[in-house]
């Protein structure tokens, strides 16, 4: 569909960008901010929400998410070949896009994209920006700190990561105090053998 600053034919568009959104308020900012204010037909890929995933197997959930492509037509001979122009590349879009999963081998879609439905979002002197909403599918998958990767079955932490604490030695006052306590949080965790990864200071009050 995109073919650089040498795009033609039907359906083709000069620069497809990802921006946050569009707004019918806005638009001549946000087409600035999203650079394509020169660069027209173009196509703005914006992501709008994630629905509630759905478990699907251990640990796994399903997710839809949802997209809005925004076609921008600025044609300067006419209304007329502004809409046309957007309602071919609204057409290419769908066509494009239909029931796919993948593209060269990336697999982008599980299920496959789904398209919801097209619209209008605003209608300027110099531009129409039309829309298509679209659902692609994936999948979330649990980390979790205990399994057979980390060893003994234990607790698993970043590398770097450590715990300083200052530990009372005595029920009673006056209570003696351990300096600088270090947990190195990666050598067994909390576990019965937790005790193996303290290194204690010399520095004791009292």
């Known amino acids: 569909m ?4 040498n795009a033609t034919g039907v359906g083709s568009v000069k620069q497809i960008v990802h921006y946050e959104t569009l707004s019918s308020g806005t638009t001549a900012i946000d087409l ?14 914006a992501w709008e929400s994630s629905g509630s995933p759905t478990a699907v197997g251990r640990n796994v959930a399903r997710r839809q998410d949802r997209w809005i492509l925004y076609v921008v037509t600025t044609r300067g001979d006419g209304s007329g070949k502004r809409r046309d122009e957007a309602s071919d590349i609204l057409d290419a879009v769908e066509a494009y896009l239909v029931d ?11 299920p496959a994209t789904q398209i919801m439905g097209r619209g209008r979002l605003t209608v300027t002197k110099t531009s129409y ?9 994936g999948t ?6 205990r399994g057979a990767n980390s060893p003994e079955g234990e607790l698993t932490f970043a590398a770097w990561q450590t715990t300083q604490l200052d530990m009372p030695t005595a029920d009673v ?4 105090i351990v300096h600088d306590v270090g947990i190195n949080m990666i050598l067994g965790g909390f576990t019965s ?12 009050d009292g």
């Open 173 to 176: 006052p006056p209570f003696p």
């Open 32 to 45: 600035f901010n999203a650079r394509v204010s020169s660069q027209a037909p173009s196509i703005v890929l």
């Open 140 to 145: 979330v998958e649990r980390i979790d700190t």
């Open 100 to 110: 796919r999963k993948s593209v060269a081998g990336f697999v982008f879609s599980a």
């Open 193 to 204: 053998g937790f005790s193996r990864g303290f290194r204690r200071s010399a520095a004791i």
């Open 2 to 5: 995109t073919g650089g600053a």
């Open 129 to 137: 920006i039309y829309t298509v909403s679209l659902e692609t599918g």
